[in-house]
């Protein structure tokens, strides 16, 4: 993450320099895993629900249990672990850095390449529906533990979900810069916690410990038939959280992450389990809430207030991930600009994003008030996650492959492994899709829909631009200074195609018939890597007549600030006086037209979007009082 306020941190983050591993170890704790670790407050309940069939007997608890088990090491740690977190991207994880990792690895395959982003996008736009569920499923399952409490307290379950969730969605304002710090010791308390209660009930019923052997796992789940789709449906619950391992290695690094799953996290997730599957043998009543049930009576409240700061850390981790998901995805090209504020002058990624916070508030307290239970959520939670893994595999599968040029068989074998594990999962999640599991999908097709149509909305729209704009060479070639008044200052005119003239500077010539003495064109580039370092930030291009072409780079994981990079041409010969240079805008307004490159109701859409989206001036960190926005009329 990126201190806004020096130049150094435009670079790459370089946090392993700078802290121990055990500090990052710890953070990793904190931010990665509270999204997986939350999982046994609901998991093993579901799993023993009536619409799945399972007999509540030793035989299945043990095979339900070796099930989970052999997930978490097949999926998260083989798959995850050891395999995806070798595919970074420049040191970042996650989705669209795959997306683009990938996409590069075939970028001499046009069809292809187009086919990946696509593909990876629709995987993003995912994320978002476990935005809303694992906030809502996560404090909901916490807040359940009022009924183990005492019944009489089962009304106010959902108003004291709503309450915490408000209250968290409030202070993203102010950042996680201050409370992040203390994710990490909460977190290890959890898991310690969990495995702790885990080994103690093994020790009542040590035939639990018989889950152990896969073979359990195999005989649970082919015993069951069509039935097994709606028990790894529910089984799934135990790995949602799983795609953060990659997402945040940008954040904390490889190794992190893998001492932090392998030394604590996978520990006490696989003690608890079998601790769950251990009292539900000695006292099957206990499967109205397996979890707080483990907890002798005068353990019940502190064990209720730190599943509830557990579930506000998970939930903290998956907003703080839509903020960076959408900041990448503007930065892709794939949404409008939108408000960006920096909440920290220290932490990496500290961002916040109004728009953003505020719409999911509204979809999660809806998701709350309508589900009104983590059981009945379930139903929800699960769709969208396993579709993401799947893309993650098929993504992997052209990294493996293309990029780092692994024999034919390995990357096939690995990925049909993986492919395979993947489909069972996604079927099992796909027999809920009535029940609440239409939610997330529906809300990520729509998201696509946006995305698409933004990207595509945009090529149209250079596409105008080019074929009825003036070129830039023979514009300069014709002209002739001494005709026009020369103002002594500096003028930059930000345009997206640096070979055509500006509307700005043509609208600038036209009413108030002036030239600048230094005509700076500049174009923004963003490309699909993360970082671009402080070196590679510019290219400078002089061209007659005081005309000069700038193109500043970005990676999608970098903070625009135009005013600082051009701090940097003058090494190039180029010198732009702050105090000295006003900033002229284009603002396009789209006009739809029959014919184009879009169905009708998507340029209109795109046109909407582009109305609405964010200004120039603040996403790119212009001096508001040096800024000239002129309008022109693009018609696409």
Request: hydrophobic share 50%; proline share 6%.
């Amino acid at each position: 993450m990126q201190n806004p306020d020096t130049a150094a941190t435009d670079a790459a983050p370089r946090t392993t320099g700078q802290q121990g591993m055990a500090a990052l170890t710890l953070a990793a704790i904190g931010v990665v895993y509270g999204d997986i670790g939350t999982s046994p407050l609901y998991t093993v309940k579901e799993i023993f629900a009536p619409h799945t069939g399972v007999p509540l007997d030793a035989p299945h608890l043990i095979g339900a249990v070796s099930t989970i088990f052999w997930a978490l090491m097949l999926v998260v740690t083989l798959k995850y672990v050891i395999l995806i977190l070798r595919a970074d991207n420049h040191g970042e994880g996650g989705g669209l850095a795959l997306t683009a990792l990938a996409a590069r690895a075939v970028e001499h395959r046009p069809a292809l390449r187009n086919a990946l982003l696509l593909l990876g996008v629709f995987g993003a736009t995912l994320f978002y529906g476990d935005s809303l569920i694992t906030p809502a499923i996560s404090v909901l399952g916490a807040m359940e533990g009022l009924e183990v409490v005492t019944p009489a307290l089962k009304p106010w379950v959902v108003p004291a979900t709503v309450a915490i969730l408000i209250g968290l969605f409030l202070m993203q304002r102010f950042g996680t810069a201050v409370v992040g710090r203390f994710f990490g010791p909460i977190i290890v308390l959890w898991f310690t916690v969990l495995g702790a209660v885990g080994a103690w009930h093994i020790a009542q019923e040590p035939a639990i410990l018989a889950a152990l052997n896969p073979l359990h796992a195999w005989e649970f789940l082919s015993g069951r038939g069509w039935h097994v789709f709606a028990a790894v449906g529910a089984i799934v619950l135990a790995l949602t959280g799983a795609e953060a391992l990659y997402a945040d290695m940008g954040h904390f690094g490889r190794k992190p992450i893998q001492i932090a799953w392998t030394g604590l996290v996978l520990p006490g997730l696989a003690l608890n389990y079998l601790g769950q599957g251990a009292l539900l043998m000695g006292d099957p009543s206990a499967i109205q809430n397996p979890f707080y049930r483990q907890f002798p009576e005068a353990w019940l409240l502190p064990a209720l207030v730190l599943a509830t700061l557990a579930a506000i850390i998970a939930s903290q981790a998956v907003i703080s991930g839509a903020y960076s998901l959408t900041k990448q995805a503007i930065q892709l090209g794939f949404l409008p600009r939108m408000r960006v504020r920096y909440t920290s002058a220290r932490e990496m990624g500290q961002i916040y994003m109004p728009g953003v916070n505020w719409a999911l508030l509204a979809g999660v307290l809806a998701v709350v008030l309508f589900f009104r239970s983590s059981s009945a959520l379930a139903s929800a939670y699960g769709i969208a996650v396993t579709l993401t893994m799947m893309i993650t595999t098929v993504l992997t599968y052209f990294v493996v492959r293309e990029g780092w040029r692994m024999p034919a068989p390995v990357a096939i074998g690995a990925t049909a492994f993986f492919l395979f594990i993947d489909a069972l999962l996604v079927a099992g999640c796909a027999i809920k899709f009535l029940d609440g599991g239409w939610f997330p999908l529906t809300l990520g097709l729509l998201l696509f829909v946006l995305m698409s149509t933004w990207r595509r909305g945009r090529e149209l729209l250079m596409e105008s631009i080019r074929r009825d704009g003036l070129g830039l060479q023979d514009f300069i070639a014709q002209l002739d200074p001494r005709s026009v008044n020369r103002a002594e200052r500096t003028a930059v005119y930000a345009v997206a195609d640096p070979d055509t003239v500006p509307q700005a500077l043509l609208h600038n010539l036209k009413h108030n018939q002036v030239l600048h003495v230094r005509n700076v064109i500049l174009t923004v580039r963003f490309h699909d890597v993360p970082w671009i370092p402080m070196e590679r930030r510019v290219d400078v291009q002089a061209l007659d007549h005081g005309f000069w072409r700038v193109q500043v780079n970005y990676g999608f994981m970098n903070t625009p600030d135009i005013p600082k990079a051009l701090e940097l041409t003058a090494s190039h010969g180029l010198a732009v006086p702050m105090f000295e240079t006003s900033y002229f805008l284009s603002r396009e307004t789209v006009v739809p037209s029959h014919g184009g490159g879009m169905a009708g109701w998507r340029e209109k859409l795109f046109a909407t979007m582009s109305q609405n989206a964010g200004g120039v001036v603040e996403f790119f960190r212009l001096p508001g009082n040096a800024v000239v926005e002129l309008g022109t009329r693009v018609p696409i």
